[in-house]
Structures are given as structure tokens and as C-alpha cells.
T-cell receptor, first 118, second 111 residues
Framework: SAVISQKPSRDICQRGTSLTIQCQVD?????MFWYRQQPGQSLTLIAT?????????ESGFVIDKFPISRPNLTFSTLTVSNMSPEDSSIYLC???????????????FGAGTRLSVL | QQPVQSPQAVILREGEDAVINCSSS?????VHWYRQKHGEAPVFLMI?????EQMRHEKISASFNEKKQQSSLYLTASQLSYSGTYFC????????????FGPGTSLSVIP
């Protein structure tokens, strides 16, 4: 299974600033995803980050607010721009790995970045 | 479209059984089940594929009814370690696109 390192693990930021979250995987993966999880809520997909092409954003999320980079097959960053208290949440990186055992695609998650905006 | 999960929350005594249901209004290719403990990342439990068999992970098993677009997760003889939030995720295409997660079911196992 893929091992994902996500940094920072938590941060407290001021309104109007930006934070870049890094996601490093121990193997090459084609598809990487960024999710947001509000306390006690489900996982909401922000965007799909694909190497060599622009990220694909879900409804309600825009590139100006959440720019994503994917310079290679093991690394991606998500930036939360011009933050407001409503951006306080947990942001998770996820990758897909083909499973020989289950004959399907398995998603693995990083530990998440807990963001608080004051 | 987000799948629906039921129940929203359940409290069990150690050794009791539970069933968590997941349903979708869309035709499904696969259903994924994850467990998330407080403050931790979601952890993969199992995946059920269209045309596949019922799956099992230790004392947890799951089924997938393709025609009804439903999946159920069965927790047998629950242990304290089973506590957490269970999410089902649904995939609609054979070519991997994205998984849409349900709202989650909070499971608490007490001694």
C-alpha cells in the first residue's frame, strides 16, 4: 500500500493569508486527490490532481481559491488562498493504487492537515 | 451524487452485531468501505466490485447488490477497536474516476 506524508499536520493562520499543504507519496501514482473534511462531516472532494495536466475541480471549488500543483508522480501541493474562518477544516491528500488482492482501485489517505483560520 | 448511509449512529456493547447500509441512486461499479477513528485518516477496509463476491476482513464482511445499488457492512461480535466512523464510497465507472463518500455512520462499541 502507498505511504503518504502530508505537511504541515496542523496550522493556525490569519485571515487573508495563504497556506500551502504538501503531499509526498513513497511510490509513483497516476491519480491524486485533495479532500476537505469539516468536523464530524464526510469527505468532500476538492479536486483531482493529475501529473502533466491541470487539476480537475469539483463543483463549488475554484482554482483561484485552491490552486494545485502536481510536478511529478510522487508529489502534489494544495494552496488555500486568501483564507477566511470558513476555510477552517481538515484537508486530506489521497492517492489511488491498483490492488492485486482486491482487483480494484484502493484509495489511501494522508494523515491530514488540520487548519484553523482566525 | 452522494450515497445515503444508515443508520447515522449506533452504539453497541462488545460482542454485539451491527449492520451499516449504503445506497445510491446511480448505477454502481464498486463500493468502498473505510473506517476513520477520531483525529486519524480514513483506513481502507474493503472494496466490492460489480459482479464480485461478498468480501470479508477479519470479522467484518460486506455485500453488494448491484441491481438495488446497495451495499451492507456487517460487523460481527464487535470489539472495542471497531469504534469509529464508517464511510461508504461509490464509484460509477469501471475506468477509475473518483469515489464519492457517504455522510458516514458513527459506531461506538462500549464494554
Amino acid at each position: 500500500s502507498a505511504v503518504i506524508s502530508q505537511k504541515p499536520s496542523r496550522d493556525i493562520c490569519q485571515r487573508g493569508t495563504s497556506l500551502t499543504i504538501q503531499c509526498q507519496v513513497d511510490s509513483q501514482v497516476t491519480m491524486m486527490f485533495w479532500y476537505r473534511q469539516q468536523p464530524g462531516q464526510s469527505l468532500t472532494l476538492i479536486a483531482t490532481a493529475n501529473q502533466g495536466s491541470e487539476a480537475t475541480y469539483e463543483s463549488g471549488f475554484v482554482i483561484d481559491k485552491f490552486p494545485i500543483s502536481r510536478p511529478n508522480l510522487t508529489f502534489s501541493t494544495l494552496t488555500v488562498s486568501n483564507m477566511s474562518p470558513e476555510d477552517s477544516s481538515i484537508y486530506l491528500c489521497s492517492v489511488v493504487d491498483r490492488s492485486r488482492l482486491y482487483f480494484g482501485n484502493i484509495q489511501y489517505f494522508g494523515a491530514g492537515t488540520r487548519l484553523s483560520v482566525l | 451524487q452522494q450515497p445515503v448511509q444508515s443508520p447515522q449512529a449506533v452504539i453497541l456493547r462488545e460482542g454485539e452485531d451491527a449492520v451499516i447500509n449504503c445506497s445510491s441512486s446511480k448505477a454502481l461499479y464498486s463500493v468502498h468501505w473505510y473506517r476513520q477513528k477520531h483525529g486519524e485518516a480514513p483506513v481502507f477496509l474493503m472494496i466490492l466490485l460489480k459482479g464480485g463476491e461478498q468480501m470479508r476482513h477479519e470479522k467484518i464482511s460486506a455485500s453488494f447488490n448491484e441491481k438495488k445499488q446497495q451495499s451492507s457492512l456487517y460487523l460481527t461480535a464487535s470489539q472495542l477497536s471497531y469504534s469509529g466512523t464508517y464511510f461508504c464510497g461509490t464509484e460509477s465507472g469501471a475506468s477509475y474516476d473518483k469515489v464519492i463518500f457517504g455522510p458516514g455512520t458513527s459506531l461506538s462499541v462500549i464494554p
